[in-house]
């Protein structure tokens, strides 16, 4: 079955450090890649996405995330992290196999930046 | 744009009870998902739909119903509503786009039954 997983379900830091938030897929077949952040209280927002082409893609907030296809793997790194970081992020993708366009989740990542 | 909105933002239900959450998309969006977060779990899909007149069953749809009657609007109707259905309910949709699959999240509605 096609499953996503995040491996950290809780991720603490202190302010300006290096941050990397985990993700591997089951499959080896043609992928969408995404990733969203929760706020607290808040909808999910899409952060970042990889549909093709260079294997790195950045947010505008300094976000990257970088696909390895063969290890079926898009991490989620920030060099150096900000308290209004702080929320869970979500790592999503859309198996290329049918017509559908769902997306499978990971169970998310609370990433807690302290001071 | 408003994008995804969902009402209300919060409800408390007594066991047993009925309930419609309301989404409307205004970017006329084909797609369109209702999602229950529980803590811990992510987000698991209730139903979805492809259009205006067809929706399917997503992993945990027991207990829910759902109508597309127009490209807009995607209610999700609670009958006899359980503790267990106590959670965040979500609505997103995806553009017609065959080349964009992302998905645009609502604010949520946070839903409590005692």
């Known amino acids: 079955a096609q499953s996503v997983t995040q491996l950290d379900s809780q991720v603490p830091v202190f302010e300006e450090a290096p941050v990397e938030l985990r993700c591997n897929y089951s499959s080896s077949v043609s992928v969408y890649l995404f990733w969203y952040v929760q706020y607290p209280n808040q909808g999910l927002q899409l952060l970042l996405k990889y549909l093709s082409g260079s294997t790195l893609v950045e947010s505008i907030n300094g976000f990257e995330a970088e696909f390895n296809k063969s290890q079926t793997s898009f991490h989620l790194r920030k060099p150096s992290v900000h308290i209004s970081d702080t929320a869970e992020y979500f790592c999503a993708v859309r198996f290329n196999a049918g017509n559908n366009r769902k997306l499978i989740w990971g169970l998310g990542t609370s990433l807690a930046v302290n001071p | 744009n408003a994008g995804v909105t969902q009402t209300p933002k919060f409800r408390i239900l007594k066991i047993g009870q009925s309930m419609t959450l309301q989404c409307t998309q205004d970017?006329?969006?084909?797609?369109m998902y209702w999602y229950r977060q529980d803590p811990g779990m992510g987000l698991k899909l209730i139903y979805y739909s492809v259009g205006a007149g067809i929706t399917d069953k997503g992993e945990v749809p027991n207990g829910y119903n759902v109508s597309r009657s127009t490209t807009e609007d995607f209610p999700l109707r609670l009958e006899l509503a359980a503790p267990s259905q106590t959670s965040v309910y979500f609505c997103?949709?995806?553009?017609?786009?065959?080349?964009?699959?992302?998905?645009?999240f609502g604010p949520g509605t946070r839903l409590t039954v005692t």
């Open positions: 970017m006329n969006h084909n797609y």
């Open positions: 997103a949709s995806t553009p017609r786009d065959r080349s964009s699959y992302e998905q645009y």
